[in-house]
């Protein structure tokens, strides 16, 4: 791989680990600072809806700024953030800090993108993208329980200091080993929303706010869900995020497989019934060892293996804006767990952790509903949009 895409796939594992890790902390955070699980868990939210009102936001405000300095200062504000959360002493000191580090994420992750599709050539910008994004995806198969075991030896201030040390690591990095890249044309925020008018495009987007609200609030809570298997030891945990993000890798890659040969609705139903059947069994399958280990299993593949047909389905609809499209389905993503810590911590305070999957089952329910109106949409007339080409019509 191009050390310079290694770099930025630094970065991306540094903000990858931040956001999936604090599951595996939330009880030690709680604990620590005298408050309940549920408060703690809006460490969660803040983070992610910090980063996904300010992504869109920052890339229009940014577009004209050189773009090795956005990295630096992105991951600087990532990093300031994070040491702050490990000598935070009380829940709104950690709450700020929560907020500054999504900052730092939201400026962050869409540019180093931009980045690595420009340093690349045309026929080899895809490979680009993906080694990028990779850092992403093997934060959840390593960063998340690599920091979860740290912590489980030390406490989760450990863990934070483990993360900032990423982030210093990357900014290091990407100041010494990035050249200078072109600026990209300056695109306004109005700009950016306007596909959002097309109600195909708004139903894609709500489908994957609601799906991986649901996917993610069990994420977000995982150290109390999974209690009566791990007895609170977060080295079990850790072990647990592990499969679950080797499973949430091999979903991600056998989707891209299967997105070429099968229509993006199959997969993207498929993934949603599955999950939906896995997490109403939850508080059952929960109780054991093995049978929490298969559960994770589908959890994992079902909620990457999303992924990839949402995508497919966006680009195909406006291709000529794909970018901008998977940047708001990204926001979107954020937004549905920015929603479910908040939703996450209330109902843990009435029905207890032991059903909170089954809530998170009623949202990917709502996810499935939202998709077959948006399939619906996709093959009914649209009055309000330009002809287009029969490569943008295609059905998805």
Same mark, same amino acid.
């Given at each position: 791989?191009?050390?310079?895409?290694?770099?930025?796939?630094?970065?991306?594992?540094? #903000?990858?680990?931040?956001?999936?890790?604090? $599951?595996?902390?939330?009880?030690?955070?709680?604990?620590? *600072?005298?408050? =309940? /699980?549920?408060?703690?868990?809006?460490?969660?939210?803040?983070?992610?809806?910090?980063?996904?009102?300010?992504? +869109?936001?920052?890339? &229009?405000?940014?577009?004209?700024?050189?773009?090795?300095?956005?990295?630096?200062? &992105?991951?600087?504000?990532?990093?300031?953030?994070? #040491?702050?959360?490990? /000598? &935070?002493?009380? *829940?709104?000191?950690? @709450?700020?800090?929560r907020a500054l580090s999504g900052f730092g994420a939201a400026l962050f992750s869409p540019t180093a993108l931009g980045v690595a599709s420009a340093l690349a050539a045309p026929e080899k910008r895809g490979r680009a993208l993906a080694a990028v994004t990779a850092g992403l995806t093997g934060a959840t198969a390593l960063g998340s329980p690599i920091g979860t075991f740290i912590g489980g030896f030390g406490s989760w201030r450990t863990t934070l200091w483990f993360v900032t040390l990423l982030g210093m690591a990357?900014?290091?990095? /990407?100041?010494?080993?990035?050249? =200078?890249?072109?600026?990209?044309?300056?695109?306004?925020?109005?700009?950016?929303?306007?596909?959002?008018?097309? %109600?195909?495009?708004?139903?894609?987007?709500?489908? =994957?706010?609601?799906?991986?609200?649901?996917?993610? #609030?069990?994420?977000?809570?995982?150290?109390?869900? @999974?209690?009566?298997?791990?007895?609170?030891?977060?080295?079990?945990?850790?072990?647990?995020? @592990?499969?679950?993000? %080797?499973?949430?890798?091999?979903?991600?890659?056998?989707?891209?497989?299967?997105?070429?040969?099968?229509?993006?609705?199959?997969?993207?139903?498929?993934?949603?019934?599955?999950?939906?059947?896995?997490?109403?069994?939850?508080?059952?399958?929960?109780?054991?060892?093995?049978?929490? $280990?298969?559960?994770?299993?589908?959890?994992?593949?079902?909620?990457?293996?999303?992924?990839?047909?949402?995508?497919?389905?966006?680009?195909?609809?406006?291709?000529? %804006?794909? +970018?901008?499209?998977? !940047? *708001?389905?990204?926001?979107?993503?954020?937004?549905?767990?920015?929603?479910?810590?908040?939703?996450?911590?209330?109902?843990?305070?009435?029905?207890?952790?032991?059903?909170?999957?089954?809530?998170?089952? !009623?949202?990917?329910?709502?996810?499935?509903?939202?998709?077959?109106?948006?399939?619906?949409?996709?093959?009914? +007339?649209?009055?309000?949009?330009?002809?287009?080409?029969?490569?943008? &019509?295609?059905?998805?």
């Amino acid at each position: 791989m191009d050390r310079r895409l290694l770099i930025l796939a630094v970065g991306m594992f540094a #903000m990858g680990t931040d956001n999936f890790v604090v $599951a595996g902390i939330l009880p030690g955070v709680a604990t620590s *600072l005298n408050t =309940s /699980v549920s408060l703690a868990g809006l460490m969660v939210t803040v983070y992610a809806l910090t980063y996904a009102l300010a992504a +869109p936001v920052m890339a &229009a405000l940014t577009g004209g700024s050189p773009r090795k300095l956005l990295l630096v200062s &992105a991951l600087g504000i990532f990093v300031v953030g994070n #040491m702050l959360s490990a /000598v &935070a002493a009380d *829940l709104h000191w950690i @709450l700020f800090s929560r907020a500054l580090s999504g900052f730092g994420a939201a400026l962050f992750s869409p540019t180093a993108l931009g980045v690595a599709s420009a340093l690349a050539a045309p026929e080899k910008r895809g490979r680009a993208l993906a080694a990028v994004t990779a850092g992403l995806t093997g934060a959840t198969a390593l960063g998340s329980p690599i920091g979860t075991f740290i912590g489980g030896f030390g406490s989760w201030r450990t863990t934070l200091w483990f993360v900032t040390l990423l982030g210093m690591a990357a900014m290091t990095g /990407v100041w010494t080993m990035l050249p =200078s890249v072109p600026r990209p044309a300056s695109v306004r925020l109005r700009e950016r929303l306007a596909p959002v008018r097309d %109600v195909r495009i708004t139903l894609t987007l709500l489908t =994957s706010l609601f799906a991986f609200g649901g996917f993610l #609030m069990v994420y977000t809570f995982a150290g109390v869900v @999974l209690q009566r298997v791990t007895h609170g030891d977060e080295r079990i945990l850790a072990g647990m995020f @592990l499969l679950w993000g %080797v499973a949430a890798t091999a979903g991600n890659l056998l989707s891209g497989r299967l997105v070429d040969r099968f229509e993006s609705r199959t997969i993207i139903n498929a993934m949603l019934w599955l999950a939906i059947i896995n997490f109403c069994a939850l508080p059952w399958t929960s109780a054991h060892a093995f049978t929490t $280990a298969i559960a994770l299993a589908i959890w994992g593949i079902c909620g990457w293996g999303l992924i990839v047909p949402q995508q497919h389905r966006l680009v195909q609809l406006k291709p000529s %804006v794909a +970018p901008l499209l998977l !940047a *708001l389905n990204n926001t979107a993503t954020y937004i549905g767990l920015a929603c479910s810590g908040a939703l996450g911590g209330a109902v843990l305070q009435t029905i207890g952790s032991r059903y909170l999957s089954l809530v998170a089952a !009623a949202l990917i329910a709502i996810a499935f509903l939202l998709a077959e109106f948006a399939h619906r949409c996709i093959h009914r +007339p649209f009055p309000q949009r330009r002809a287009t080409t029969n490569r943008e &019509a295609d059905p998805v």
